[in-house]
């Protein structure tokens, strides 16, 4: 009697796409026709994700069909499906087992894989690239990366583009290799800005999808720090942070005897720079930290996110001394201080500099205005207004000169003057012009070359009298 190995035929059924049934069904035919169908087997490539895939008639049954049912899709049902059954009888091939296999490409909007990757870092100055992979079937028709709702455009600094790869991903536990596309973000030159989060949005004619990536670094270093004030139990810290690296950072301060380098954290471990009661308004924080015993110590300071730790700080000198005598101020406070002090210093030396040397300079001249007020008056024959003979030497106004005293009343005895008296019982001269000629000529007064620090010519106002000498001054 003839027999036959079966042969298979697959037909597929349903819908490929996300989160729909897909039903695949193996149809066999030969003789004899008591065939056994054997689980379904799922592969991707030449790994098996799953062997044991069983239809609705499996076995030895009387059916010649075998149907698989796959429910709500997703991307790890992608893959080949193999189905196997067999009657008793070998094929041409000699094996009793007769096979037929079928693709399934699960159809959706596009799927983000290996998301462990949307954080990147970078340090300021340097170059960072962002890349995301994604499947998609259909393929996209659009990829952008945003930045605060912004497209991130093509620049000499930033560039974006697509690729395609071979990545491992796991369907149903199982590591495969899929060939994926993959977004890229270069950044060159990073600043502080740069480190922000960025949002890829990729899209295709079923559908449209983003993910959110983020370019992180680890802190730099802090930019001050310094002791302000003892405490009557600790001691308090002024200090700046250094950039944040786009995370939140924790900061820490470390100390160590001068002599044994052992550093101990402090108790402020869990200050961060959202902790707005440790801020003064011009940005510095403030800490106060448990006052170790007496002795030498080094403090320093860094901070830590989640990418990593800063650099440490300079280190800060600090001695601790005994109770007593811990009221120390901020050292730059002491240094203000100590400057203010010595400019006082010298203003008041210079000061009592000039003093002594004005007083000796003055204590050196004499005045003989009592002299001159006592000498008898006479009539004046000479006219005053133009010629008259200089019995004083000619100088120039500052230049030293060697004349009696009695040089700045010249004409004294050439002019009648007329004592009057007053109330006051106060001498008022009066200044006398002797046979004007109008129009022509006029008056000159003698003796200004020759004035001193007592001596003052005013025709509008009377003045005081003057002094005899220092002592009356």
Request: proline share 4%; net charge negative; glycine share 6%.
């Amino acid at each position: 009697m003839f027999s036959d190995a079966p042969d298979i035929n697959v037909t597929v059924t349903g819908s490929d796409h996300l989160n729909l049934t897909w039903n695949v069904t193996c149809e066999a035919s030969g003789f004899p026709t008591n065939y056994t169908f054997h689980p379904w087997k799922h592969m991707l490539g030449e790994v098996t994700i799953r062997s044991d895939l069983h239809g609705n008639h499996e076995g030895v049954i009387n059916s010649s069909k075998n149907t698989l049912n796959l429910n709500n899709l997703s991307l790890e049902d992608t893959g080949t499906y193999v189905c196997s059954a067999d009657n008793g009888v070998r094929g041409i091939n000699g094996d009793i087992i007769q096979t037929k296999a079928t693709v399934l490409y699960v159809k959706g909007k596009p799927v983000f894989v290996n998301k462990k990757h949307v954080v990147f870092t970078g340090e300021i100055g340097s170059s960072v690239e962002l890349f995301v992979d994604f499947y998609s079937d259909p393929i996209v028709t659009d990829f952008t990366f945003k930045r605060h709702g912004s497209n991130v455009e093509n620049t000499s600094r930033t560039h974006t583009y697509l690729s395609s790869t071979v990545v491992e991903v796991l369907f149903y536990n199982k590591t495969v290799n899929l060939t994926v596309s993959r977004a890229h973000l270069l950044i060159n030159n990073l600043t502080e800005d740069d480190f922000d989060d960025y949002n890829l949005v990729l899209e295709n004619s079923i559908g449209r999808t983003d993910v959110k990536t983020h370019i992180s670094g680890r802190p730099l270093m802090i930019a001050t720090f310094y002791y302000n004030r003892f405490m009557k139990d600790g001691i308090e810290f002024h200090f700046r942070p250094g950039f944040n690296g786009g995370r939140k950072q924790t900061f820490v301060i470390e100390y160590s005897s001068v002599t044994s380098l052992v550093w101990t954290n402090t108790s402020i471990t869990d200050l961060q720079e959202d902790q707005t009661e440790h801020r003064l308004p011009n940005g510095t924080y403030f800490v106060t930290v448990t006052k170790p015993s007496p002795g030498d110590y080094i403090y320093r300071m860094y901070s830590r996110n989640s990418i990593g730790r800063s650099p440490d700080s300079l280190n800060v000198s600090v001695a601790i001394l005994s109770d007593n005598n811990n009221s120390h101020a901020n050292p730059l406070v002491k240094v203000v201080a100590g400057c203010i002090v010595i400019a006082i210093l010298v203003i008041l030396c210079v000061a009592a500099i000039r003093f002594l040397m004005t007083k000796r300079i003055l204590s050196t001249k004499k005045s003989r205005g009592a002299f001159y007020e006592n000498m008898p008056l006479q009539n004046a024959n000479v006219n005053v207004y133009s010629e008259y003979v200089n019995n004083s030497a000619v100088r120039q106004f500052g230049a030293e000169v060697n004349e009696d005293a009695e040089s700045v009343y010249e004409n004294r005895n050439d002019v009648d003057m007329t004592v009057l008296g007053h109330e006051d019982n106060l001498l008022y001269a009066d200044l006398e012009l002797v046979n004007p000629k109008a129009n022509k000529e006029k008056p000159i007064v003698h003796g200004l070359q020759n004035r001193t620090e007592y001596a003052e010519i005013s025709f509008g106002k009377r003045g005081e009298p003057l002094p005899d000498s220092d002592d009356e001054k």
